[in-house]
């Protein structure tokens, strides 16, 4: 396994929060569900349902659209299911192409070709809709419980378009390893959120030089 692959993920519970929105674009936000990479590798989408839920808190989805998916789900849970199985797919082959890219290494075709596919559903559900205020607006509800991995596959197309040299970040935190857009005049961005892992780092070198101080006191 190269180091651009997603390890074997121990899958758990977990409600997402706002602050699991850390990585500055939605397609890291994404690949961030995978979580503890660089200690305890841990898979935070524990079903579709789940997955829904994320996906309204990123803004993938409303309220209306969020019941129509958990209702297609409850109707046919195989279904909802081999969706998920389908997402996770997707989510190893964007993390194979964040990582080489990244590295300035050439990503593996069957990533792209991964991509590529999610991108060709998106193309065949696009539906023109005319919509109350007197305009036609795209839509990709008929994707059904393929809704959010299609609208995550398009906005890794927007996210890859660009050159992303320098941009792309991985938190040094202990038990983290997140992705993140680093903005920063110098590049230097070492945290997801300085809130969580930077603080944490920061508590962990205050509690070692403490131990030391003692230790050469004693």
């Not at 990244?102 to 559900?125: F, M, N, T």
């Amino acid at each position: 396994m190269t180091s651009h692959e997603l390890p074997r993920l121990r899958v758990v519970q977990h409600e997402f929060t706002p602050a699991d929105l850390c990585g500055g674009h939605l397609v890291l936000d994404f690949l961030n569900t995978a979580a503890g990479l660089n200690r305890d590798p841990r898979d935070w989408l524990d079903g579709y349902p789940r997955l829904v839920k994320w996906a309204e808190l990123a803004g993938i989805c409303d309220a209306t659209v969020r019941r129509e998916l958990i209702a297609q789900d409850l109707a046919s849970p195989r279904r909802g299911q081999f969706a998920l199985a389908r997402i996770r797919l997707l989510r190893s082959a964007l993390h194979a192409l964040i990582h080489s890219i990244r590295d300035g290494i050439q990503p593996r075709a069957v990533a792209i070709e991964q991509l590529q596919r999610w991108c060709r559903r998106g193309g065949a559900a696009l539906q023109l809709r005319w919509h109350h205020d007197g305009s036609l607006r795209t839509s990709l509800e008929s994707c059904g419980l393929d809704l959010i991995g299609v609208t995550i596959a398009q906005a890794a197309v927007e996210l890859l378009s660009r050159p992303l040299v320098g941009q792309l970040g991985v938190c040094a935190g202990r038990n983290c390893g997140w992705l993140f857009l680093d903005t920063s005049k110098s590049r230097r961005r070492r945290w997801c959120d300085m809130k969580t892992c930077g603080n944490a780092a920061k508590a962990s070198r205050h509690y070692r030089r403490q131990r030391t101080a003692a230790g050469d006191s004693a």
